[in-house]
């Protein structure tokens, strides 16, 4: 008998615009239904795969490197290796593409490998689009394809936008895209059923507004003035020094630091600390326990424009506790 195809979901969305806690989301809300997640990240250091709260064993993460560029190949394996599992019998898979990443080459890698196309079908393109921050996107190449490209438009962080605010932004998206659906919401708190289960994609009208999608080579290019840096200690932070630099760093470069992320031991405690920044807005919380038997390593990562990355990593690492010195008898 033939397996039916497993339904794939493409999130993608501008940096920090609320992927992954789109993906949580869903993961929490469907705990019925085998997810695998596939997530790739800009930065060479994986923070998400750390973040999204699926079954180990059903989530992939892709690293250094886009998508869409140099780690398509990693995109297809990773696939079907999930496929390819004997002990989790998936019913449908998300791919949480990274902030920078152009759709359209994640897609005609997926419609152009005839071998996977008996295997997935795919269901729906979303975009989360943060609706604080999409005024300073709006006119970025890549920004403006993930809007193209989606047949649900999610216009996240409702919570922090100026309500007098709201028709001007669905106006410039609809600009954008006026065939997707459209929705609302804060902390990408939609209801399941209309995230998922619903086949909205569509080759024809993606055609439309890509006709070469199948044939070209990918050949976009990405604002070369926006990189990314990592920085690593497996020496604790002091929680006062670390909060006095973030706030520095924010208020002084928070325009051209478009996102940084952070796996965080402070001192001696147990659970670890998430840190999330995007542009000037920042939010911090506890995360899981660290897992016993192993080396608590502090994780952050910077992108952004114009980046000095020796200044940001030993910025960070003065933030570390110096560990004292062993007296001297
Ligand atoms: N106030 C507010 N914050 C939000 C909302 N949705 C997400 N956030 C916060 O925005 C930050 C980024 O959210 P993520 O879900 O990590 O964004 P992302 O799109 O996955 O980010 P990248 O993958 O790094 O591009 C986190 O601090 C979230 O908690 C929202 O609706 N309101």
Same mark, same amino acid.
């Given at each position: 008998m033939?397996?039916?195809?497993?339904?794939?979901?493409?999130?993608?969305?501008? /940096?920090? #615009?609320?992927?992954?806690?789109?993906?949580?989301? @869903? *993961?929490? %809300?469907?705990?019925?239904? $085998?997810?695998?997640?596939?997530?790739?990240?800009?930065?060479?250091?994986?923070?998400?795969?750390?973040?999204?709260?699926?079954?180990?064993?059903?989530?992939?993460?892709?690293?250094?490197?886009?998508i869409?560029?140099?780690?398509?190949?990693?995109?297809?394996?990773?696939?079907?290796? /999930?496929l #390819?599992?004997?002990?989790?019998?998936?019913?449908? @898979? *998300?791919? %949480?593409?990274?902030?920078? $990443?152009?759709?359209?080459?994640?897609?005609?890698?997926?419609l152009?490998?005839?071998?996977?196309?008996?295997?997935?079908?795919?269901?729906?393109?979303?975009?989360?689009?943060?609706?604080v921050?999409?005024?300073?996107?709006?006119?970025?190449?890549?920004?403006?394809?993930?809007?193209?490209?989606?047949?649900?438009?999610?216009?996240?962080?409702?919570? @922090? *936008?100026?309500?007098?605010?709201?028709?001007s932004?669905?106006?410039?998206?609809?600009?954008?895209?006026?065939?997707?659906r459209?929705?609302?919401s804060?902390?990408?708190?939609?209801?399941?059923?209309?995230?998922?289960?619903?086949?909205?994609?569509?080759?024809?009208?993606?055609?439309?507004?890509?006709?070469?999608?199948?044939?070209?080579?990918?050949?976009?290019?990405?604002?070369?003035?926006?990189?990314?840096?990592?920085?690593?200690?497996?020496?604790?932070?002091?929680?006062?020094?670390f909060?006095?630099?973030?706030?520095?760093?924010?208020?002084?470069?928070?325009?051209?630091?478009?996102?940084?992320?952070?796996?965080?031991?402070?001192?001696?405690?147990?659970?670890?600390?998430?840190?999330?920044?995007?542009?000037?807005?920042?939010?911090?919380?506890?995360?899981k326990?660290?897992?016993?038997?192993?080396?608590?390593?502090?994780?952050?990562?910077?992108?952004?424009?114009?980046?000095?990355?020796?200044?940001?990593?030993?910025?960070?690492?003065?933030?570390?506790?110096?560990?004292?010195?062993?007296?001297?008898?």
């Amino acid at each position: 008998m033939m397996r039916k195809r497993l339904p794939v979901t493409v999130i993608t969305g501008f /940096l920090g #615009a609320g992927k992954t806690t789109l993906v949580n989301h @869903l *993961l929490s %809300e469907r705990r019925d239904c $085998a997810i695998g997640v596939i997530v790739n990240e800009y930065g060479e250091v994986g923070i998400d795969g750390e973040l999204i709260v699926a079954d180990e064993n059903a989530i992939i993460e892709i690293r250094n490197g886009c998508i869409c560029c140099t780690v398509r190949t990693d995109l297809i394996h990773g696939v079907k290796a /999930l496929l #390819a599992r004997t002990d989790i019998a998936l019913d449908r @898979l *998300l791919i %949480e593409t990274s902030g920078l $990443a152009d759709p359209a080459p994640v897609l005609q890698t997926f419609l152009a490998d005839a071998e996977l196309l008996t295997q997935v079908e795919l269901e729906s393109v979303i975009c989360v689009a943060d609706a604080v921050n999409l005024a300073r996107h709006i006119d970025d190449d890549t920004a403006r394809e993930q809007i193209a490209f989606a047949d649900l438009l999610v216009i996240n962080k409702m919570d @922090l *936008l100026d309500p007098s605010a709201i028709a001007s932004l669905e106006r410039d998206l609809r600009r954008i895209n006026p065939g997707a659906r459209t929705v609302h919401s804060t902390y990408s708190r939609v209801p399941a059923d209309l995230l998922i289960g619903t086949p909205r994609f569509s080759l024809a009208s993606l055609l439309e507004i890509e006709p070469g999608l199948l044939e070209d080579e990918h050949d976009h290019e990405h604002d070369q003035s926006v990189s990314s840096c990592a920085v690593e200690t497996e020496q604790p932070l002091d929680a006062a020094l670390f909060n006095r630099w973030i706030h520095q760093l924010v208020q002084r470069q928070g325009e051209d630091l478009l996102r940084m992320k952070g796996i965080l031991q402070f001192g001696k405690e147990a659970r670890q600390f998430q840190f999330h920044s995007v542009h000037m807005l920042m939010e911090s919380r506890p995360g899981k326990r660290w897992p016993a038997d192993t080396v608590r390593k502090s994780r952050f990562v910077f992108i952004g424009r114009h980046l000095d990355a020796q200044a940001l990593q030993q910025g960070f690492l003065a933030c570390a506790q110096q560990v004292a010195a062993p007296a001297i008898a």
